[in-house]
């Protein structure tokens, strides 16, 4: 690709709060050239994800921090355009950390981290991001390793218009769960429950909303399936039954600003609550398995999806604080 420029998103400063114009800035540099055992990827669609923020914080996580200067950590969809590697070939599209940038070099080392796209009758490629992707296997792992859910127990979902949160609820459902969901808008909660079938949803931007948390959940809750922290965690444990199961998939609350709310942690030894942290590398060996179930209740339309789609890499810094506002529904994207 002679003369063409990437153009990529760079970590400049540590932010504190969202996403300022200061923290990420937009360069450019010369599309690389590909030696033995590279290829080099278009990139296609970015997957944004809460855990940017993390990653731009210097702070003790499961992945080492973006150093200041670094392209941004992302995951993304790309399609080969050449390659003098031997397990990719023009036109192959594979996933993995792309980077927040329009092309990625991809080297003999860092091939272990993309994977390529499977080409499966009526699922779209950007599922891989989202439902059949991180936040499914997320939604999976989390849901029948931690939470255990056994039919008829009563099973709580934060963010749960959410990439991740969507997907844990019908789960939930499948296995014959009630499930109530917690989001931040009317429509959302209109969806969860009319189109996903979850049993209720609650919207806590609504002053009731706890009242309406208690009356959604008449027998107590057994499974919590946290996203979220802070106030809503709080409301949550409040009603968790004896020998409840509390799914710590994130603290979405807490990546920007202080978290108060582990002052109810109380609860997690009052009532012998089972409280796992979990993150999701830890279940890579039965990725697998796990992709062939989502893909089929996919198919068979027990599980759908939302994506929110935005157009362009200038977008990137906008779409990551569009997490902490809630104005994404269901998976959040770039298509560039
Ligand atoms: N453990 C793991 O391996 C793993 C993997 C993937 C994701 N996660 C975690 O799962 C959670 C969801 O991630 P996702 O990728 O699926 O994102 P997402 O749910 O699609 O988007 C984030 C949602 O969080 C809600 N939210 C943001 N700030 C909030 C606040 N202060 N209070 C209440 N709700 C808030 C917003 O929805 P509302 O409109 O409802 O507010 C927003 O749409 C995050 O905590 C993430 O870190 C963990």
Redesign the pocket.
């Known amino acids: 690709m002679p003369n063409a420029t990437n153009r990529q998103w760079k970590l400049a400063a540590r932010p504190t709060g969202l996403i300022t114009p200061d923290v990420l800035q937009l360069t450019e540099s010369p599309v690389p050239t590909i030696n033995d055992g590279q290829a080099l990827a278009r990139v296609k669609f970015l997957s944004i994800?809460?855990?940017m923020r993390?990653w731009m914080a210097d702070i003790p996580q499961y992945m080492p921090p973006v150093q200041l200067g670094e392209v941004m950590r992302a995951f993304g969809l790309a399609e080969i355009l050449e390659s003098r590697h031997p397990d990719y070939k023009k036109g192959d599209k594979v996933m993995g950390l792309t980077g927040l940038q329009e092309f990625a070099l991809i080297t003999g080392k860092e091939s272990r981290a993309f994977q390529k796209l499977p080409s499966i009758p009526f699922l779209s490629d950007t599922n891989f991001l989202g439902t059949l992707g991180?936040?499914g296997l997320?939604a999976y792992f989390?849901l029948l390793e931690i939470g255990k859910p056994q039919a008829g127990e009563t099973l709580v979902v934060?963010?749960?218009?959410?990439?991740?949160?969507s997907i844990a609820g019908q789960i939930g459902k499948i296995h014959g769960c009630r499930v109530v969901g917690?989001?931040?808008?009317d429509e959302?909660c209109k969806w969860i429950t009319d189109d996903l079938g979850f049993d209720a949803a609650i919207n806590?931007k609504l002053p009731d909303w706890k009242e309406k948390l208690v009356a959604a959940t008449p027998n107590g809750v057994d499974i919590n399936f946290e996203?979220?922290g802070?106030p809503?965690m709080q409301a949550v444990l409040d009603r968790m039954n004896l020998h409840g199961r509390v799914v710590l998939?994130?603290?979405?609350?807490g990546y920007t600003r202080q978290d108060p709310a582990l002052a109810s942690f109380g609860q997690v030894l009052i009532k012998r609550l089972r409280v796992e942290g979990?993150?999701?590398?830890d279940y890579t060996s039965k990725f697998m398995d796990a992709g062939q179930q989502l893909g089929m209740w996919k198919m068979m339309g027990k599980l759908k999806d939302k994506q929110t789609i935005l157009k362009g890499l200038d977008k990137a810094p906008e779409a990551i604080n569009m997490?902490?506002?809630?104005s994404?529904i269901?998976?959040?994207l770039i298509e560039l």
Do not use: E, M, R
């Open positions: 994800d809460p855990t993390v991180i936040n997320t989390g934060s963010a749960a218009a959410g990439a991740t949160g917690i989001a931040g808008s959302k806590y996203n979220v802070g809503i998939c994130g603290l979405i609350s979990f993150i999701i590398l997490l902490f506002d809630g994404n269901g998976k959040l």
